[in-house]
């Protein structure tokens, strides 16, 4: 190979290097003002015409799109854990977010702030099972499978001290009824280890109806703004959550709450697309895309919990 050749192929082969440096510099810079979230931020008020008949992702495409990646950590009976974030001899501090799916799709929103604040986050979660000492899942086999899950995430906790935050997402049902959960939830936090320092509730997102993603493609194709078009009511979307209710009633500064709610309602409506961005995936789960756009102001609330290490 002659030297001209050998020089050209190793200028190429920097210039891709580069063109991947600045890339996701270049991506950022390239987010419309006032996309997802930020339209929603109640203490900068945002809005942007330009996305006014946006939706990104379709409803369609949302429903292939995986949650946030997660790299498999181990395997424990039913106690899968993967990790997000900082890796482990980078990480300043070691948080899990544990849950059902409603953890499981807040992965988007945190994964962003545990790499910038050098986070170790360690997802543990199971479909249909909130971290709760009360379990209402069926069939039988289900449920069993739920408690036996349950016990195993707070062992794992008792094995891994190095976990000194816990943050909790769960999805809020109507069974077995509000009392019942929010003693569940107490029960199980009152287990955590005191290895962990704190506890962040992330109060449930509100819901959607099932008609609703016919209504964000129909808008779409009438050319009219789909998130005022198929807008729902708040009161009938935004069920009180008992995870939250338990923290109110344990009175203990271990324990803390995170309420987004302004960032998908107003004082009267709940919005299926927000800045030009889908918020749901399904009738409960958001989009990566939109968890995405929440993460700062996602992390403007835990700052504002003063929670020493994070």
Known sequence: MTTDLRVAR??????????????PGAAAKD????????????????????????????????????????????????VRACWFGARKAEAKTTVALMGDSHAAHWRAGLAPIAARRKWRGISVMHTSCPLSRVVSVTPKAKAEECRKWNDEALQWLDN??????VIVAEGTTARPGFETQVQGFRDAWKRIPHTVRNIIVIRDNPHMQ????????????????????????????????????????????????????????????????????LVYKDTTHITSAYAKTVAPYLERAILRLKIEGL
């Open 31 to 78: 987010t419309p003002r006032c996309y997802g979230a930020a339209s929603r931020d109640p203490l900068k008020p945002c809005e942007n015409p330009s996305l006014r008949l946006k939706v990104t992702p379709t409803p369609g495409q949302a429903l292939l799109k995986p949650n946030a990646i997660c790299n498999v950590l181990h395997v424990e009976d039913l």
């Open 10 to 23: 190793l200028l190429i082969a920097l210039a891709a290097a580069l063109a991947l440096t600045v890339a």
């Open 210 to 277: 099932p008609e609703v993603p016919v209504c964000v493609q129909q808008a779409m194709r009438d050319k009219q703004p789909a998130g005022e078009a198929c807008k729902r009511e708040r009161s009938r979307n935004l069920p009180p959550d008992p995870a939250v209710e338990a923290v109110r009633r344990m009175h203990s500064t271990r324990i803390h709450v995170v309420d987004l709610t302004p960032f998908f309602c107003d004082a009267s409506w709940c919005y299926p697309v927000i800045g030009g961005v």
């Open 160 to 165: 891994h001290p190095e976990v000194t935050t």
